[in-house]
């Protein structure tokens, strides 16, 4: 079967991502992570780019939430122009990229990536809804496959939507081809790798060229861990089992 794409016609098609506006999703983000606390990045991002919810602050809960829903429906309304054209915008970004994301991601995660046959990666079920949010929290939902994207992104929506369904399909790889570590690793362990796997795969040119994110925030604890993992990919051959047993068994080592 050389040089040619294998399909098994049982699989899932490629997921359709869809884009939506959502103000009681964008209520609960709110809630959810104004805090006010110190050295909470995401509560003070939320003041940074709505310094009015600050009086929010001495109120007890019942009286913010009720602040914060009024909050979010009157933001919403004053830029629902704004809100709607980046919306279709985004959609149109999503479309550009998608084939060309699909195709390099089934490229990573076949196991021979170097080789011609590639195998088409079965994408988990989902409801891959992407809701633009007035605040740049990005939360998301792995299970339902469901993600918020800033609509000020610095990075852009298509990073965004691109770094999610990574997150998307690397949990469901892991989960069916290293259970027994996706069991017992523990959510933090999981999270941290699904993250470094990001760290390193969009920094692979064909994914800048998706992203146009030549250098994106990392989620490594540096620069040079940043290296070390980008050495360990080199290293497995940009095979992602060989990648994900490696960096197991750095971590298992390091502990
Ligand atoms: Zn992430």
């Known amino acids: 079967m050389a040089n040619s794409f294998c399909y098994n016609i049982s699989m899932e098609p490629r997921p359709i991502l869809r884009f939506q506006l959502d103000i009681e999703y964008d209520q609960w983000t709110c809630r959810e992570f104004l ?6 990045i995401f509560s ?9 919810l600050i009086s929010c602050e001495k109120m007890e809960s019942e009286k913010r939430n009720e602040f914060i829903t009024s909050y979010v429906e009157k933001y919403s309304e004053e830029h629902k122009q704004e809100l709607a054209s980046t919306l279709e915008q985004a959609k149109n970004g999503w479309l550009k990229v998608e084939d060309a994301f699909f195709k390099e991601t089934d490229k990573v995660f076949s196991k021979n990536p170097k080789e011609e046959t590639i195998y088409i990666y079965d994408w988990p079920k989902g409801k891959y809804l992407c ?59 999981l999270w941290k790798l699904s993250e470094i796997f990001n760290d390193v795969i969009l920094r692979i040119d064909e994914f800048i060229s998706l ?13 040079e861990e940043l290296v070390i993992y980008q050495r360990m990919w080199e290293e497995a051959k940009e095979n992602i089992d060989t990648f994900i047993k490696n960096y197991l068994n750095k971590i298992y080592y390091d502990i």
Do not use: W
């Open 35 to 40: 805090t006010f606390k110190e050295g909470d």
């Open 131 to 189: 809701y633009l949010s007035i605040f740049n929290c990005n939360p998301r939902f792995i299970k339902e496959k469901e993600f918020q994207a800033y609509y000020k992104h610095p990075l852009g929506i298509n990073f965004v939507c691109i770094h999610e369904m990574l997150h998307f399909i690397f949990y469901d790889y892991l989960e069916k081809n290293f259970s027994e570590q996706y069991k017992t690793l523990g959510k933090r362990n």
């Open 44 to 52: 003070a991002s939320i003041l940074k780019d709505h310094p009015a």
């Open 211 to 223: 992203t146009k994110q030549k250098d994106p925030s990392i989620y490594a604890q540096s620069r």
